[in-house]
């Protein structure tokens, strides 16, 4: 395999009241519909375009300098590359010197090489899903566009890694997941992911939950103070590790199924 896993980085990091790494999420309209899929893609799923004001508040949320990180995911980016290579020139453009990753199926891959090619700071990476990537749970990507991801990835290292092969319980989650037996499945921890801004202009607490509405995840909107927001999010994590694991290792359940089934009986964080 060409492409390596990356290492996680920490979890929670807060700064001056800004978040280490935020999601941004345009929706779940996708060319595949893993039956896997956390965010149920399909290419009927629902999609909404970054502008200036959703950018303008992610500048607000996320460290500036070169620790912050910004990770496009959906659905997938390659749908809409015009606005997102539109998104990565704006956060640039306003002092955004971090890493940005896109994460994508890989399967227009000409259009996710275009993306890492616009940055000017050449900071924009990718991340494959695992399984379109080795086929292993998922139809292949066409092998035309493995090859060229390949051969960008052999002349530029790091520059296109691959996903983590685990599945949550979480959107389609793992009953109708036919991949190897093997990939490991229950865990009553929380990963502590970061959080997300959707363009319908919320900030949600969790990327795998994206399409879950249950209050339990509403950080604010684009409106609230950005301080309250990353505020919001500690709050969040907080309650996790006080009232999400404990529930979750009493009745012996992965945590994201928890998240997906048993909310209703968990008193939401206390947000500000
Ligand atoms: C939701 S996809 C969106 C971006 C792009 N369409 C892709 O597949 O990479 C982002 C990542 O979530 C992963 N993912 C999807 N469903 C998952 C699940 N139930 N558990 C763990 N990861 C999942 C995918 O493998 C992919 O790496
Ligand atoms: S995992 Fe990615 S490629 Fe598969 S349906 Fe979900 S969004 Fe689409
Ligand atoms: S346990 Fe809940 S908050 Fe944590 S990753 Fe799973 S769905 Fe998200």
Not at 50 to 66: G, I, K, P, Q, R
Not at 94 to 123: C, E, M, R, T
Not at 241 to 264: F, G, Q, R, S
């Amino acid at each position: 395999m060409v492409f390596k896993e990356r290492e996680s980085r920490n979890k929670g990091v807060v700064e001056n009241n800004r978040l280490m790494e935020l999601h941004l999420y345009p929706g779940n309209r996708c060319n595949r519909d893993c039956d896997f899929c956390t965010v149920f893609g399909t290419p009927k799923g629902w999609a909404m375009e970054y502008t200036a004001e959703h950018l303008d508040a992610t500048l607000a949320s996320v460290m500036l300098h070169e620790q912050g990180a910004l990770k496009f995911y959906g659905g997938e980016p390659t749908l809409n590359t015009e606005n997102t290579l539109w998104a990565i020139a704006y956060l640039r453009e306003h002092g955004f010197a971090g890493a940005i990753v896109i994460y994508s199926n890989g399967i227009k891959a000409d259009q996710l090489l275009q993306l890492l090619a616009s940055d000017p700071l050449g900071k924009t990476t990718a991340s494959l899903n695992y399984s379109i990537a080795t086929g292993d749970g998922a139809p292949q990507m066409p092998m035309s566009s493995l090859r060229k991801l390949e051969a960008y990835e052999k002349e530029n290292p790091g520059a296109i890694a691959i996903g983590h092969p685990d599945i949550v319980d979480s959107g389609r989650g793992i009953d109708p997941f036919t991949g190897e037996e093997t990939r490991p499945k229950v865990n009553h921890r929380c990963p502590h992911c970061y959080p997300v801004l959707k363009t319908d202009g919320q900030f949600h607490a969790c990327p795998f939950a994206i399409e879950n509405n249950a209050p339990h995840f509403q950080l604010g909107s684009i409106r609230d103070r950005p301080e309250t927001v990353t505020q919001n999010f500690t709050t969040f994590l907080n309650w996790i590790d006080t009232v999400h694991e404990p529930y979750a290792i009493a009745h012996d359940l992965p945590a994201c199924t928890v998240c997906w089934k048993n909310l209703e009986e968990l008193p939401p964080p206390e947000f500000g």
